[in-house]
């Protein structure tokens, strides 16, 4: 297969994954008494976060090169796959297009919310105070759904074709991921929360970053 100018940029959703996981796991340094195994990722890129400077230096390429990977896919499959995987695909492009426009229009005013909060309710509680922190939540409750819904649609669909049925699993594992992810920090003990907190970050990273290499290799490689 000769590749084209799209398909090598499909490789900018792995250098968007990259951009994420050093940005996850570096910018802790600049962030004294930072603990990743308790704290959320977000709190690293609060508005009066430490580790902010940092944080956007080493994530300069995850949303620009999510958003532009996650795009050309969407292009790229107009007229192509089956409806459920065209569809899903479109969803999960709306997500990746939700999060990075909206966590950059709504950052965490404070990275101590999630110390304070007893809880869910009173997380929410809190971060209500601040219209700003308030848009977080509802960037974040939109993100997640349209990962579950989208994620849901393509591994149907797959599987009931049984065709693509590879993307199938790897929408599979992303979604159990996410839903460990999402299950563990509402259950798990406090001192644990930010390590389930990430399993849902990097499954939606991580599936983006599938779908560049998919576009890349050229999605017709795939088809069972």
């Not at 292009?75 to 995987?85: A, N, T």
């Not at 919310?113 to 601040?130: I, K, R």
């Amino acid at each position: 297969m000769k590749r084209t100018l799209i398909n090598w940029l499909g490789l900018l959703g792995i250098v968007s994954f990259l951009s994420y996981a050093a940005a996850v796991v570096f910018s802790p340094l600049a962030y004294p008494g930072y603990d990743w195994m308790s704290r959320a990722v977000s709190d690293l890129s609060a508005a009066d976060a430490p580790s902010l400077g940092l944080w956007t230096r080493l994530s300069a390429f995850y949303g620009l090169g999510g958003i532009a990977c996650i795009t050309l896919v969407a292009v790229s499959i107009q007229g192509k796959l089956d409806r459920g995987l065209r569809v899903g695909t479109y969803l999960f492009a709306v997500m990746q297009w939700v999060s990075g426009v909206g966590y950059t229009m709504f950052p965490l005013t404070s990275a101590e919310y999630t110390e304070s909060a007893a809880g869910v309710a009173d997380a929410v509680g809190t971060m209500m105070e601040s219209v700003q922190d308030a848009g977080h939540i509802v960037v974040t409750a939109l993100v997640v759904a349209l990962s579950i819904v989208s994620l849901l649609v393509i591994l149907v669909s797959g599987y009931r074709r049984k065709r693509y049925v590879s993307l199938a699993l790897w929408a599979s594992a992303a979604l159990i991921l996410m839903m460990a992810g999402g299950i563990g920090v509402g259950v798990v003990p406090k001192e644990v929360f930010g390590l389930f907190q990430r399993f849902s970050n990097l499954a939606a990273t991580g599936f983006n970053a599938v779908l560049g290499v998919y576009l890349f290799q050229g999605f017709g490689r795939y088809r069972e």
